[in-house]
């Protein structure tokens, strides 16, 4: 069966959003053709190396860093890499790094909470790995020395907007701190396809992402429901640069997603999904009633502490007004979801993942 231009683009822009969290070099420019020198050997150097237990070399990532310095906000394509496209996009975020780091890595503070546009869950499966993320913002700071964190995350996606399609895999992940420079570089290899997509659904506006899953495979999109999708290749490089009371950061991805053997992704899909992403995470981060994460970490334990009844108590009110919405939208399949007992198929990290959202989103 054909798929039409405008669905893929639709699915590969909304799929993309998933995937994120100094020295000499020179910066180039980005284009649909341009090269950046020594990026693949940066990237490499990351993705393979230092993912495998070797010491990172500031020299060899110092490309990387560069060229986040010298873009500021700006996007484009990159070379290949692993025979997937690739882009980057840069963004300023108005906060210290230490504060910002609190946010982005600590075992307190759920990633759907920071990223429910895109996140579903993200849950570090190597002991001590989620642990030991509080070294790259703990007092005192910045950390003296480098830091590094490997192990391993099993990551879901929400649901993706044009297409329903929601995801789940297995990441290989490395964070480096790099004190002289005061950067920290979150890398992100799927090192397997994705298992195959299953249908979600988008319950109220976008801004406000609420989703219900299913455990059925395929996409919600007419025409689509046949498709067994998987993302191929998957790799993510984050930069974040300390600038005293804002971060310089920057996204390096590279994907390739589809199915029966067929990748989908362009390099202008990829460029696309991350200027969204940037104005995504840009709303959450620079909201005024943002709460401290010592605020976030607060509420976390308070609910850590419940047995998951109680949290499943307590996310049926929240689920009520799901149906509601569900039902006035005449969405009739997410309504049959949510009227079979959903919360018992939520585990305890989505049960409170959903109840801090929606007691930060309360008036």
């Known amino acids: 069966m054909s798929v039409p231009v405008g669905a893929r683009r639709g699915w590969v ?97 759920p990633q759907e909470l920071i990223k429910p546009f895109s996140i579903r869950s993200s849950v570090w499966t190597t002991p001590k790995s989620a642990e030991a993320q509080r070294q790259l913002w703990a007092d005192p700071w910045p950390p003296p020395r480098t830091v590094v964190v490997r192990g391993e995350q099993y990551d879901r996606t929400t649901a993706d907007l044009s297409t329903g399609g929601c995801y789940a895999m297995r990441l290989k992940r490395v964070l480096v701190f790099l004190p002289e420079a005061k950067a920290l570089l979150s890398v992100s290899v799927q090192p397997e396809p994705s298992e195959v997509g299953t249908k979600g659904y988008r319950v109220g506006r976008d801004e406000d992402s609420r989703y219900v899953y299913s455990d059925e495979q395929g996409l919600t999109k007419t025409g689509l429901g046949w498709v067994s999708s998987r993302i191929q ?77 109680q949290l499943r108590r307590e996310v049926e009110p929240i689920l009520a007004g799901y149906l509601a919405q569900a039902e006035q939208e005449k969405n009739r399949t997410a309504s049959g979801i949510l009227e079979k007992g959903y919360a018992q198929r939520l585990d305890r990290g989505e049960l409170i993942g959903l109840l801090m959202r929606e007691r930060l989103s309360a008036p």
């Open 13 to 109: 822009c909304g799929l993309i959003l998933f995937f994120f969290g100094l020295g000499a070099g020179q910066a180039l420019a980005l284009g649909p053709h341009s090269s950046l020198l020594g990026l693949e050997q940066a990237v490499d150097h990351l993705c393979h190396e230092v993912l495998l237990g070797h010491d990172p070399d500031p020299d060899r990532i110092a490309p990387l860093i560069a060229h986040v310095r010298a873009q500021g906000d700006a996007g484009g394509g990159l070379p290949r890499y692993d025979d997937a496209p690739g882009a980057y996009q840069g963004f300023t975020v108005n906060q210290s790094m230490q504060r910002l780091l609190r946010y982005l890595y600590n075992p307190e503070i």
């Open 233 to 309: 290749t998957n790799v993510s490089i984050g930069v974040y640069l300390d600038g005293g009371e804002v971060v310089q950061s920057g996204v390096f991805q590279w994907m390739r997603a589809g199915w029966s053997g067929l990748s989908v992704i362009k390099e202008n899909h990829i460029k696309a999904s991350l200027e969204r992403y940037r104005e995504r995470i840009g709303a959450v981060l620079h909201a005024a009633d943002l709460p401290a994460p010592e605020e976030l970490e607060s509420l976390f334990r308070a609910l850590d502490g419940k047995s998951d009844a």
